[in-house]
């Protein structure tokens, strides 16, 4: 089963839920944690183990050889404004290239073949039954999507159906999440009770209905605010799976990069009632 912990916006919590369910499920099962928020990944934060495997992530990119008739159809066929001809010259933004290989493929004289460029690094840790991996964009590269994607790509050609896949995505609404969780079997939406919060988890729930993926919602710091995200998720039927309550405990925990529901019990109930809910407990757990 692959899980997706998304969130409207940042802050709401995303990845104190990511790495405290894996984690607990990991005690059981074998669970893979994945860190897909390329930008700022910080799963790791709370994540002790050894590094078992680590590899560079490249995308293809073109490089003008200069032997060319410069027609300029690598400019017209470029929608990225990566290729533009400038006098006597081609000029490459490879931060700008998606990689889609026409300008390279319909060259005339072959003059913009491919070349590797690095975008990002690929690490994985062993911490008994968990197993994560992490992917960190290099600074200055501007696509996220592409690491994403060969992070996944990673996953699937390393870990079998026996695994629970938990992706820790990105937060907000744009590409990078859409990539995250697009083949999910389940996205958690967590959210905070603010006007903020409710305003961005709209925008996400509308995303992940054009999606026609399956959601439900996790709130954190439940009390801080109002109901009104209660009361949106009961007018627009989407199921509540946990409610977190807001307790400095848990700030005072994470700001330690410790996890949470070893500690607090009222935390590890929620866990358990969203493991239930997901129907990814396998045993009865009292707390």
């Known amino acids: 089963m692959k899980i997706a912990i998304a969130s409207g916006k940042g802050g709401t919590g995303k990845t104190t839920l990511a790495t405290s369910l894996s984690s607990h499920l990991s005690e059981t099962q074998d669970v893979v944690l994945v860190d897909l928020d390329v930008e700022e990944p910080n799963s790791r934060l709370f994540i002790r183990g050894d590094q078992t495997h680590s590899q560079s992530i490249c995308k293809q990119v073109p490089e003008w050889t200069g032997d060319c008739s410069l027609c300029g159809q690598c400019q017209e066929i470029c929608n990225f404004n990566a290729v533009i001809k400038v006098g006597t010259q ?47 964009l290099e600074i200055g590269e501007q696509q996220a999507v592409p690491l994403i994607s060969q992070t996944k790509d990673y996953i699937d050609n390393h870990f079998d159906e026996s695994y629970i896949i938990i992706y820790d995505s990105p937060p907000g609404t744009s590409c990078p999440v859409i990539e995250a969780s697009k083949d999910a079997d389940f996205v958690i939406l967590v959210t905070e009770p603010t006007p903020f919060g409710l305003y961005d988890l709209k925008l996400a729930v ?32 989407i199921p509540v799976l946990a409610r977190i309550s807001n307790d400095r405990r848990i700030a005072e925990l994470y700001a330690a990069g410790e996890l949470i529901f070893s500690t607090i019990p009222e935390f590890k109930e929620q866990l358990l009632l969203l493991e239930r809910s997901l129907e990814l407990s396998t045993v009865v757990d009292p707390v």
């Open 90 to 136: 081609i000029m490459l933004f490879p931060e700008l290239c998606h990689s889609c290989r026409a300008c390279s493929e319909l060259c005339p004289e072959s003059a913009l073949p491919l070349k590797p460029r690095k975008i990002g690094m690929l690490n994985q840790i062993q911490a008994g039954n968990l197993i994560f991996v992490e992917s960190r």
């Open 206 to 237: 509308e995303v992940m209905r054009k999606m026609k993926k399956d959601f439900g919602v996790v709130v954190n710091r439940d009390g801080l605010g109002n109901n009104d995200v209660l009361d949106y998720c009961d007018m627009e039927t």
